[in-house]
């Protein structure tokens, strides 16, 4: 489809795993932000992307979080080393950059669980 | 601390009624609002905005109201449907041509009463 597209829908992981999370944006996108939404709150912004450049990880919880963006579409969102606390849902945006406040487009997220 | 606030986690409105949803920020920095409506299992989809320029947008059955001083704003849907039933999520941003992270609130979850 045409929208923004996240693998896996779903990740189990055992506490001290790595896993990789992935979004494809919508084609053309030139920004693209990752936000963590965990149970019961508002997603939390994590990191933003203008094409392959990672110009704001401020969000970002700990060094073992770690994204990348190498060619300017695909962008990977990897955890070292999980703990619980990092159980949550990871949704990834784009939105254009031909002008100001265009509405970002959300993935259906991947829901990360980690026991 | 809570930049963007939805103080109601659940509404229940009837059918046919005014649904008005409500968010308060304390960031005076924000200068455009977005209101968000997730269903279950799925992203976040965009419904309406504003620009703090403004003091209303209107989009058919969607109006949000911006008033600066209060720091407040709120959706308002009409007539509502029985599809509007999922949760409503405010979302607020400082322009700056590329880096527009969004600061959500918590949500407030709206049911439909046919």
């Known amino acids: 489809g045409a929208g923004v597209s996240q693998s896996p829908r779903y990740k189990v992981a055992k506490r001290g795993q790595d896993v990789a999370l992935r979004c494809d944006p919508i084609s053309g996108h030139v920004s693209l932000f990752w936000y963590q939404q965990a149970l019961g709150q508002g997603p939390e912004f994590l990191t933003y992307f203008q094409n392959e450049a990672q110009l704001d990880k401020s969000g970002l919880p700990s060094d073992r979080f770690f994204a990348e963006r190498p060619e300017g579409s695909v962008s990977t969102l990897k955890i070292q080393r999980t703990q619980q606390e990092d159980s949550a849902v990871y949704l990834c945006?784009?939105?254009?950059?031909?002008?100001?406040?265009?509405?970002?487009?959300f993935g259906d997220g991947t829901r990360l669980s980690i026991l | 601390d809570q930049q963007v606030k939805q103080n109601s986690p659940s509404l229940s409105v009837q059918e046919g009624r005014i649904s008005i949803l409500n968010c308060d920020y304390t960031n005076s920095m924000f200068d455009y609002f977005l209101w968000y409506k997730k269903y279950p299992a799925e992203g976040p989809t965009f419904l309406i905005s504003?620009?703090?320029?403004?003091d209303k947008n209107e989009d058919g059955r969607f109006t949000v109201f911006l008033n600066k001083s209060a720091k407040h704003l709120s959706l308002h849907i009409v007539p509502s449907q029985p599809g509007d039933s999922a949760v409503y999520f405010c979302a607020a941003l400082i322009s700056n041509f590329g880096n527009e992270k969004l600061t959500f609130g918590t949500g407030t979850r709206l049911t439909i009463i046919p």
């Open positions: 945006a784009s939105s254009a950059r031909d002008r100001y406040n265009q509405p970002q487009h």
């Open positions: 504003i620009s703090s320029i403004k």
